[in-house]
């Protein structure tokens, strides 16, 4: 994913449109499947997401493009990176069986912090002191959130926790494979390893979906894909930088989509500490974009 916008395209209003537009497509996609585990096991929704995310893929760029979209410089980098995104799928999900969707997406949200602490390892960057400072404050956000003695203080918040520890691996593992491999090939490689590897265990968990079920896994795995080609074509139109912010928009859709489908409104303690999580992430691309 190129980190400007296309040479002598500058639509920045298109790419927030494109940007808020993919948020929702990915806070949906979270409340589909949190109802959705509620009926079935994770493993079977997952498959379900990777499934329908793989055929639309095939069905838009195969015929355009063949096989040729498969061949990627770095096979070994995408497959992890795959594995990455395919373990932030089966940790969030089932941690959704157990947290309020906004609670929940907003500790996923620590993965831009975390990808600014895991970038002086694996990258080699230089990570300024108020860029730290955000990471530390981040994580006292997630502390507000999931405080002792709170109904959220038990060891399911690990699952969020570790999706975005995931989640950050699968965005360094994105930058570094933008250089060498096209977006498409790097999405549709994913979806394509991810089916491969879920279909070797929904067979164990298998059970045989409603219509409206049906429908409504449908609709996750073509959720999943369109939020990822929008976010994708967003950064045509205007750099990283502008649309950092926007990103959490999310955290909004996921709240309003929680009160409206699961009757859940954050209490005051939750909102403070979703709060800070999203000042620190916005406090980190603001230094990363000032230095």
Same mark, same amino acid.
């Given at each position: 994913?190129?980190?400007?916008?296309?040479?002598?395209?500058?639509?920045?209003?298109?790419?927030?449109?494109?940007?808020?537009?993919?948020?929702?497509?990915?806070?949906?996609?979270?409340?589909?499947?949190?109802?959705?585990?509620?009926?079935?096991?994770?493993?079977?929704?997952?498959?379900?997401?990777?499934?329908?995310?793989?055929?639309?893929?095939?069905?838009?760029?195969?015929?355009?493009?063949?096989?040729?979209?498969?061949?990627?410089?770095?096979?070994?980098?995408?497959?992890?990176?795959?594995?990455?995104?395919?373990?932030?799928?089966?940790?969030?999900?089932?941690?959704?069986?157990?947290?309020?969707?906004?609670?929940?997406?907003?500790?996923?949200?620590?993965?831009?912090?975390?990808?600014?602490?895991?970038?002086?390892?694996?990258?080699?960057?230089?990570?300024?002191?108020?860029?730290?400072?955000?990471?530390?404050?981040?994580?006292?956000?997630?502390?507000?959130?999931?405080?002792?003695?709170?109904?959220?203080?038990?060891?399911?918040?690990?699952?969020?926790?570790?999706?975005?520890?995931?989640?950050?691996?699968?965005?360094?593992?994105?930058?570094?494979?933008?250089?060498?491999?096209?977006?498409?090939?790097?999405?549709? !490689? *994913? @979806? /394509?390893?991810?089916? +491969? $590897?879920?279909?070797?265990?929904?067979?164990?968990?298998?059970? #045989?979906?409603?219509?409206?079920?049906?429908?409504?896994?449908?609709?996750?795995?073509?959720?999943?894909?369109?939020?990822?080609?929008?976010?994708?074509?967003?950064?045509?139109?205007?750099?990283?930088?502008?649309?950092?912010?926007?990103?959490?928009?999310?955290?909004? !859709? *996921? @709240? /309003?989509?929680?009160? +409206? $489908?699961?009757?859940?409104?954050?209490?005051?303690?939750?909102? #403070?500490?979703?709060?800070?999580?999203?000042?620190?992430?916005?406090?980190?691309?603001?230094?990363?974009?000032?230095?």
């Amino acid at each position: 994913m190129s980190s400007k916008p296309l040479s002598g395209v500058n639509h920045p209003l298109k790419g927030i449109a494109l940007m808020v537009l993919a948020t929702f497509l990915f806070a949906s996609h979270d409340a589909i499947s949190k109802y959705l585990s509620g009926f079935y096991p994770i493993i079977l929704i997952v498959w379900a997401r990777y499934v329908v995310h793989t055929l639309l893929m095939a069905g838009i760029f195969l015929p355009q493009s063949g096989l040729r979209v498969l061949r990627t410089k770095r096979p070994g980098l995408q497959i992890l990176r795959a594995l990455s995104l395919l373990s932030v799928s089966l940790l969030f999900t089932t941690g959704l069986m157990f947290m309020p969707l906004a609670e929940a997406t907003s500790v996923i949200f620590l993965a831009p912090l975390l990808v600014t602490a895991l970038s002086v390892p694996l990258l080699g960057e230089r990570v300024s002191v108020g860029q730290w400072i955000a990471v530390i404050v981040g994580f006292v956000g997630v502390m507000i959130i999931v405080h002792p003695g709170g109904d959220l203080f038990t060891p399911a918040v690990l699952l969020p926790l570790s999706a975005a520890l995931c989640f950050s691996l699968y965005q360094i593992l994105t930058r570094r494979l933008s250089t060498v491999d096209s977006a498409t090939t790097s999405n549709f !490689f *994913a @979806g /394509l390893v991810n089916t +491969l $590897v879920m279909s070797l265990l929904v067979p164990f968990f298998w059970q #045989v979906p409603s219509v409206m079920h049906g429908l409504m896994m449908l609709a996750l795995g073509g959720c999943g894909m369109a939020a990822h080609l929008l976010l994708t074509h967003s950064f045509r139109y205007a750099a990283p930088a502008l649309l950092a912010p926007f990103g959490y928009v999310q955290i909004i !859709f *996921a @709240g /309003l989509l929680g009160l +409206l $489908v699961f009757g859940h409104m954050p209490d005051a303690i939750a909102l #403070v500490g979703i709060a800070i999580i999203c000042l620190s992430g916005l406090a980190a691309a603001w230094t990363q974009r000032k230095g």
